[in-house]
C-alpha cells in the first residue's frame, strides 16, 4: 500500500544546530506540503513543492528550508535551530486538481532546547 | 483571501450525544470543502468532502453539506462515540491555481462514557 513516512519521530537539538526532518511517499503525488503544528495556531504551511526541483514558501518559512531532487522526497531543513521551532511538523501529499485529499504523515516531534 | 472559521472549543460531550461542529468560509471561487481528524498522536487524515454545493459528504456515521447560501460546511453526527474523541479540521480545497489547502483551526472533541 502507498504511503507517506516521516523521521524521526521524535528529535531532541539544541539552539543553533541544523536539522534536517525526512519526508517520503511512495503515493508518486507532484505535490508535498509541510505544515507546523502549535497549541492556538492549527496547521501552518512552511513549504511546499508542485514538482521535482519546484519549491516554494508558505506562511511560515522563516528558518526553514526544502529541496525536491525526485518525486519522493521533500527533506525540511531547519538551518539554525532556535526554541521557536519547537513543534510537531507534518508533511503531507497530493495529486493535482480541486478535489484531491491531501494524506498526512505520522508527524514529527522536535524539541529545541 | 481565502479563509475559514470553524468553532474552537473544546467540546465535551457524553457518549451517544449529537454532535455538530460549525465551519464556515470565505473563497473568491468555488472550492471542493473538506473535514479532517485528528486522533491523538497521529497525523490528519480525511474524514469526508464535498465538491460542489448541495453535495453531502458522509463517513463513519459523520456528515457535512455544502451549502453556498450560507458559505458553510458543518459536521454533524447523531450518536458520538468515545473513539470520536479527537481535533476536527474544515478546510478549503484547492483553488485558482494553487494546490494548497486552507484549514481552519481545529475543534477538539472529547467524548466521555
Known amino acids: 500500500d502507498a504511503e507517506i513516512t516521516q523521521s524521526p519521530r521524535h528529535k531532541i537539538t539544541e539552539t543553533g544546530r541544523q536539522v534536517t526532518l525526512a519526508c517520503h511517499q511512495t503515493?508518486?503525488?507532484?505535490?508535498m506540503f509541510w505544515y507546523r503544528q502549535d497549541l492556538g495556531h492549527g496547521l501552518r504551511l512552511i513549504h511546499y513543492?508542485?514538482?521535482?526541483?519546484?519549491?516554494n514558501k508558505g506562511e511560515v518559512s522563516d528558518g526553514y528550508s526544502v529541496s525536491r531532487s525526485n518525486t519522493e522526497d521533500l527533506p525540511l531543513t531547519l538551518e539554525s535551530a532556535a526554541s521557536s521551532q519547537t513543534s510537531v511538523y507534518f508533511c503531507?501529499?497530493?495529486?493535482?486538481?480541486?478535489?484531491?485529499?491531501?494524506?498526512f504523515g505520522p508527524g514529527t516531534r522536535l524539541l529545541v532546547l | 483571501g481565502d479563509s475559514v472559521t470553524q468553532m474552537e472549543g473544546p467540546v465535551t460531550l457524553s457518549e451517544e450525544a449529537f454532535l455538530t461542529i460549525n465551519c464556515t468560509y470565505t473563497?473568491?471561487?468555488?472550492?471542493?470543502l473538506f473535514w479532517y481528524v485528528q486522533y491523538p498522536g497521529e497525523g490528519l487524515q480525511l474524514l469526508l468532502k464535498?465538491?460542489?454545493?448541495?453535495d453531502k459528504g458522509s463517513n463513519k456515521g459523520f456528515e457535512a453539506t455544502y451549502r453556498k447560501e450560507t458559505t458553510s460546511f458543518h459536521l454533524e453526527k447523531g450518536s458520538v462515540q468515545v473513539s470520536d474523541s479527537a481535533v476536527y479540521f474544515c478546510?478549503?480545497?484547492?483553488?485558482?491555481?494553487?494546490?494548497?489547502?486552507?484549514f481552519g483551526k481545529g475543534t477538539k472533541l472529547t467524548v466521555n462514557p
Open positions: 503531507a501529499s497530493s495529486e493535482s486538481g480541486r478535489q484531491e485529499t491531501q494524506y
Open positions: 503515493w508518486n503525488h507532484n505535490n
Open positions: 513543492s508542485y514538482g521535482v526541483h519546484d519549491t
Open positions: 473563497a473568491t471561487g468555488y472550492p471542493s
Open positions: 464535498a465538491t460542489k454545493a448541495d
Open positions: 478546510a478549503l480545497g484547492p483553488q485558482g491555481g494553487s494546490e494548497k489547502l486552507v
